[in-house]
């Protein structure tokens, strides 16, 4: 297969796989979004309307609020009247027994006594006798009445004419009679013969009552088809309320068909395919750079889908507030592992996509872009712990800020505000502490490698490090120096400062190996007095390889890596390659047996530490340090990079490498400088 057909089928696949990954996106963000209509507003008796006219689009009955469904349901049970049935033979057999008992075994209880017992067992059961638990209910309320089944009548009764067992056998003793003979009748124990005879009717008392209260309308009128219900700026007074509610309430009940299903799934599908769309090529126009590495499309696209998904499934289930889901999370991630324009793009885009899923975008795309700006402008780059607290408490303030600011603009009359929706903006601004622990996850599951990973691995008492500076301390002060002038470099030309420092603190770690062979780490003695060109040069370039080994057994980041492999690019090892060259004049060379593996510096980062290095490492060989000697070396080491292509694949511009010419010569101006002799004090003769 050629080279143009291989390139060819990589450039056909990456474009399947990046136009399968829109497809995806999209898909799952349709999938997930409610298709309920009712959730599109949102609104608050007493304050303005801030969507266009709203015209009702089918006849829907006015429902009546819960609080008053309730209220007339609780006026109806208060006011029923259950069902009871008179048993007749509970008295007939208690008044027998009564007799038989007296007769058979207390002789002391007259004949006489007996009858007026049995008399007034019968008035109280003439009267009516309920259980204790049924006479409790319906005489709490002396106004209540029942309803005597009488065949096929129900006669209304009060209920406070009947008695319980306990109140018929205080009855009875009630009577100057019997009250003289309590002694006497209480050894026959009158409460055997007390029995309630008034039932309780639960199967015709229960049906009467679901039919009374499923009689309750559930209306209080009627909107038509083509009625303007409300349009915008007008206020919303309690009866547009209830309208408002009644039309959500409508849109939810009502039977979607398959036509509306399907147009309402096809709009989404739009909606969302459209603001995928132009994600996509903000990075193919401006980031291609994201857009050409799999893991950063990885994280921007699960990102997108992430958050619109979480707020489809609040809004399904209705149990927490969307206020409480921290969307800032998603440009702090954005902004601390790429840039802040991606970052505010994606923040945007995210925040679009999710107000499909919410009824009140209008305040819920202010508040989350202001939350997500403010978390940009206050993480220009994470250093320390410190900055994601500040930034959570920030993003609370401004969120609340806004709101409160949109609430005034909204109503006149402060004490009507809702104030619970700041305690979500509370619990949302602890929620993006976590953003701190996450960032690791998010580190590992997309190669990424944070300021604060760099911090991490640029201390000095790191154990590779520390072993470098035991054993090659040369090299080590060589590294050090170096971050140093591309730190500074950096900060000139708006590049990464803490990266370059770190990468330079590692380019070259592989020395570690074979210390005494590199001149930095000699002390009067040189290795390569008795070794060929060929093998000295071999020991040089494989400082690269060695370092990429012991890159890989530290477990350094691959951004790292990439310092170590391209500070000398594909260049040579000059001075064996000289000297070998030199010793055969009539050989022809193969400068490949010379050349380190590469590749060139492919990030501005990488370019500024190979300039760095190369000037550093040369200047270490000047004769004297003058401005013009300096320069003169800055100019030559550089220039000397530039003709032989190193930067080609970087985009660095002339302006950057005249600025970091610049910055070098005034550092080792610096370092350079000639100190003045102190005098020594003459002694006196």
Not at 306 to 313: A, E, G, N, Q
Not at 410 to 439: E, W
Not at 515 to 532: C, K, L, M, R, Y
Not at 663 to 679: E, F, G, S, W
Request: glycine share 4%.
């Amino acid at each position: 297969m050629t080279p143009f057909s291989q390139t060819g089928n990589h450039y056909w696949r990456n474009l399947i796989t990046r136009m399968a990954l829109v497809i995806a996106t999209v898909f799952i963000i349709v999938w997930f979004l409610p298709r309920s209509e009712g959730r599109l507003f949102h609104y608050d008796e007493g304050k303005p309307w801030m969507y266009g006219q709203l015209i009702a689009k089918f006849d829907f009955p006015i429902f009546k609020t819960e609080e008053t469904l309730k209220a007339e349901r609780d006026s109806i049970i208060k006011n029923f009247q259950p069902y009871f049935f008179r048993n007749a033979k509970v008295e007939e057999q208690q008044t027998a027994s009564f007799r038989s008992k007296v007769a058979s075994n207390f002789p002391e209880i007259t004949p006489a006594l007996a009858y007026i017992v049995g008399q007034r067992l019968h008035e109280i059961y003439q009267q009516g006798i309920m259980t204790p638990a049924d006479y409790a209910k319906v005489a709490k309320d002396s106004t209540a009445t029942v309803r005597i089944v009488d065949g096929k009548q129900a006669i209304s009764t009060p209920a406070k004419g009947f008695y319980s067992t306990v109140t018929a056998y205080e009855h009875l003793f009630q009577d100057e009679l019997l009250a003289s003979q309590r002694t006497v009748l209480k050894r026959c124990n009158l409460n055997d013969f007390i029995e309630p005879n008034i039932i309780y009717d639960k199967e015709r008392s229960e049906t009467e009552m679901n039919d009374m209260l499923s009689l309750i309308p559930k209306a209080s009128g009627m909107v038509l088809e083509g009625q303007r219900i409300i349009d915008r700026g007008d206020i919303v007074d309690s009866h547009t309320f209830l309208v408002l509610n009644s039309f959500e309430q409508a849109m939810e009940r009502r039977s979607a068909s398959e036509e509306e299903i399907v147009s309402t799934i096809i709009g989404q599908t739009i909606y969302v395919f459209v603001l995928v769309l132009l994600f996509t090529t903000y990075l193919v126009l401006f980031r291609k750079d994201y857009f050409q590495k799999p893991r950063s499309l990885a994280m921007l696209y699960t990102l997108l889908v992430i958050f619109p998904v979480l707020v489809s499934l609040m809004m399904q289930f209705n149990k927490f507030s969307v206020y409480l889901i921290p969307f800032a999370i998603a440009p702090i991630f954005v902004r601390v592992f790429m840039d802040s324009r991606t970052a505010f793009i994606t923040h945007v885009m995210m925040i679009l996509l999710c107000a499909v899923a919410v009824k009140y975008q209008y305040e819920f795309i202010i508040v989350q872009l202001v939350a997500g700006l403010v978390a940009i402008d206050s993480l220009r780059e994470l250093s320390k712990r410190s900055q994601i607290f500040m930034t959570a408490i920030l993003v609370t303030l401004g969120s609340a800020a806004v709101y409160f600011a949109l609430q005034l603009i909204q109503s006149d009359d402060v004490s009507k505000l809702d104030r619970t929706i700041y305690i979500h903006f509370a619990i949302n601004g602890f929620c993006l502490l976590f953003a701190y622990p996450l960032m690791l996850i998010v580190e590992k599951t997309f190669g990424f490698t944070s300021d604060v990973t760099l911090f991490e691995l640029s201390n000095t008492n790191n154990k590779l490090i520390r072993k470098m500076s035991e054993i090659a301390p040369g090299t080590f002060q060589h590294s050090i120096t170096v971050g140093n002038l591309a730190a500074e470099v950096a900060n000139r030309i708006d590049a990464n400062a803490q990266l370059v420092r770190t990468g330079a603190l590692y380019h070259d770690i592989g020395k570690i190996v074979n210390p005494v062979f590199f001149t930095e780490n000699q002390a009067g003695v040189n290795p390569h007095d008795n070794i060929s060109n060929l093998e000295s040069a071999r020991i040089i370039i494989n400082h690269v390889a060695e370092g990429l080994q012991l890159a890989e057994k530290y477990n350094l980041p691959a951004i790292i890596k990439d310092f170590i492999s391209t500070h000398h690019g594909t260049g040579l090892s000059r001075y064996f390659y000289v000297s070998y060259k030199n010793a055969h004049p009539d050989e022809e060379v193969d400068e490949t047996r010379f050349q380190y593996p590469g590749p060139n510096p492919e990030t501005r980062e990488q370019a500024i530490l190979m300039m760095c290095d190369g000037v550093e490492a040369a200047s270490r060989s000047l004769q004297e340090y003058t401005e013009e000697s300096i320069s003169a070396l800055i100019d030559r080491i550089i220039d000397s990079q530039m003709q032989s292509g190193f930067f080609k694949e970087c985009p660095i511009t002339f302006r950057d490498i005249a600025q970091t010419k610049q910055v070098l010569a005034d550092r080792l101006r610096n370092i350079y400088h000639t100190r003045i002799q102190y005098p020594e004090e003459e002694k006196g003769s």
